[in-house]
């Protein structure tokens, strides 16, 4: 059996989770979230936990297990505690600023960057001196502010010999010596 599939979800106090047609809707104080269950997996609510079973051990059937024991799981984290990442833009120029969900990036093109979030994610922007800019997103949906961080990591990911670009706040980037290392 899924080692993951089988563990108990808990509902925090304040969250309230609803099951119909096999969508399962989680609701607490930072927001409300829905999602699909394939049918080959049976979902019960009770005593404040969420249990999954499946019906069979076939590989589609283990797979769905796990997998939606811990979409389930991240729903009902998000809505009662949330989700934050960091970025943070490395290099000489490289700026940020929000105007509401609107961030404007100036990431060394001849052109600033406008990006347009979601009404679902919460953004701020810090600047100070001689530190590198941050941007920090805030969001009860995991999936969505991945994508979101993803893409604006795509517009100018870290490179390994000076560590420029758009990083995680903590990411370690792999650095390599430049041409007058390997010349002898």
Do not use: W
């Amino acid at each position: 059996m899924s080692r993951i599939g089988k563990l108990p979800i808990s509902i925090p106090a304040g969250v309230t989770v609803d099951l119909n047609d096999n969508f399962i809707k989680v609701k607490g104080p930072k927001g409300e979230l829905m999602q699909y269950v394939n049918p080959l997996i049976s979902v019960e609510i009770e005593n404040g936990q969420i249990t999954l079973n499946r019906n069979s051990d076939e590989k589609q059937e283990r797979a769905f297990h796990g997998l939606y024991r811990s979409l389930i799981n991240n729903m009902v984290v998000g809505v009662s505690e949330g989700y934050k990442k960091e970025l943070e833009l490395v290099g000489v120029g490289y700026r940020a600023s929000n105007n509401g969900n609107i961030i404007e990036l100036s990431l060394g093109y001849t052109h600033a960057i406008f990006i347009q979030l979601p009404p679902e994610i919460k953004v701020e922007t810090k600047s100070e001196r001689n530190k590198n800019p941050l941007i920090l997103l805030e969001s009860c949906d995991k999936q969505l502010l991945g994508q979101v961080c993803s893409k604006i990591r795509s517009f100018r990911k870290p490179e390994p010999y000076k560590g420029k670009g758009v990083k995680f706040v903590g990411e370690v980037i792999r650095r390599k010596s430049g041409k007058s290392a390997g010349a002898k």
